[in-house]
């Protein structure tokens, strides 16, 4: 059975009360240490062999493990591997408790999942300040998982976010003429939406306007410029006006609605294939290269 001891701690604070699992086949053993642990201010459940002492990380899940390395019924060794096997990614310091000296002996305990070594017989004060490092590691451990937790939290939010950017992206850039034969694009698939932004429309009289644009920023944040700028360039297109004029109206609504720090940098090109002139604005992007069929 587990049992707890009670003694007057005698530096650690009860903020750092640790529930520590001594295993020892050795009563007298097993009861000094106990008394030592408990001194310090800590919980104590004791285990009499291997195969206690992984029921009882099972049932009492202690911070610390004290664990002799010569058991009945099962050994240290095999009661380190099936605990680590137990702790999956928790953060569990196991304390070998050994009279063994030799080096094979010491390598053994390691290589079973052992983190430390405690001599018999005991020292206090060694005793004391193994506990409160491993505390302090675990800890860091601690702080660590909450961190990678919050980054995954973070991580899927910014994934719904580029989701929604997407299909609002392609219900904007596919509401156009992007499928016209005289227009070939390639479209890179680095992310869901990375603030590019490709709109094609026919003018009434004949003839196209294309805008490449490229906003700040990815995702959500993209997506909401990309918006009035489709909604701009499609209706003006449709009702038959110029480019310079859809230009104008360009920014003057993006200035009007877009706070600070999300701007759009686009090239818009009017076709007039019954004129055999390309007339082209660049704002903002690398220049154009123009080639001929050769």
């Known amino acids: 059975m587990p049992e707890s001891g009670v003694g007057s701690p005698l530096s650690d604070t009860p903020a750092s009360r640790l529930k520590v699992l001594v295993a020892d086949d050795n009563p007298t053993d097993r009861m000094i240490l106990s008394r030592l642990v408990s001194q310090l ?45 137990l702790a999956d990614e928790r953060l569990i310091p196991i304390i070998f408790l050994t009279s063994l000296t030799e080096t094979g002996a010491l390598v053994h305990c390691l290589e ?3 983190d430390d070594f405690l001599t018999k017989p005991y020292n206090p004060v060694i005793l004391q300040a193994k506990i409160q490092a491993f505390n302090r590691m675990q800890e860091m451990h601690q702080t660590l998982q909450e961190q990678r937790d919050l980054i995954t939290t973070q991580h899927q939010r910014l994934l719904r976010e580029q989701a929604l950017a997407k299909i609002i992206f392609d219900r904007v850039a596919h509401a156009g003429s992007l499928d ?44 909401i410029g990309a918006m009035p700028l489709a909604e701009v360039f499609y209706s003006m297109t449709a009702r038959g006006f110029s480019l310079r004029d859809i230009l104008l109206e360009l920014n003057s609504k993006l200035c009007r609605i877009l706070p600070v720090g999300i701007f759009c940098c686009a090239v818009l090109i009017e076709i007039n294939s019954d004129k055999g002139l390309v007339e082209v604005w660049n704002g903002g992007l690398p220049e154009l290269v123009i080639l001929d069929r050769e």
């Not at 800590?42 to 202690?62: I, K, L, W």
């Not at 493990?65 to 680590?84: H, K, N, S, T, Y």
């Not at 590019?196 to 004949?206: E, K, M, N, T, V």
Request: glycine share 12%.
């Open 41 to 85: 201010g800590h919980r104590v459940v004791v285990a009499e062999n291997g195969q206690q002492a992984v029921d009882f990380f099972q049932s009492e899940s202690p911070h610390l493990i004290l664990l002799d390395a010569l058991m009945p019924v099962m050994d240290g060794f095999e009661a380190a591997r099936q605990i680590r096997r």
């Open 180 to 223: 016209a034969p005289n227009l070939r694009y390639l479209q890179s698939a680095f992310a869901m939406f990375n603030g590019d932004i490709l709109l094609a429309a026919y003018r009434p009289s004949g003839g196209m306007h294309i805008l490449l644009g490229d906003f700040t920023g990815h995702g959500l944040s993209a997506a």
């Open 112 to 114: 079973a999942g052992g």
